[in-house]
């Protein structure tokens, strides 16, 4: 998956074991893309004071990523894959 934070910062994985779908999953709480395109869908990231050590939040209510400034985009893609498929979404049973 290739996942743009900003102009400047493309952290692509093109062999993450993580697809695009999970993470429309992580980002929106749905694996299914919106009726009007993925054109329609905004998505805002925000900068958190937090360390490395911490692992990107989701916020899919508002379709707001929290992401801790990383040091590079080696450990970013590290992290979002960690949080990725560490995500167990919402258990209704």
């Not at 993450?16 to 905004?42: A, E, H, K, Q, W």
């Not at 990107?56 to 992401?67: F, I, R, S």
């Not at 590079?72 to 960690?82: C, G, N, P, T, Y």
């Amino acid at each position: 998956f290739a996942f743009r934070c900003s102009p400047q910062c493309e952290v692509s994985c093109p062999s993450c074991p993580t697809s695009p779908l999970l993470l429309l999953v992580f980002l929106t709480g749905s694996d299914r893309i919106p009726i009007y395109g993925m054109s329609s869908l905004r998505i805002v990231i925000q900068s958190t004071t937090s360390g490395e050590q911490y692992l990107p939040v989701a916020h899919t209510c508002y379709n707001l990523l929290d992401l801790p400034k990383y040091s590079s985009k080696e450990i970013l893609s590290a992290r979002l894959v960690q949080a990725i498929d560490h995500y167990e979404g919402f258990s209704l049973a």
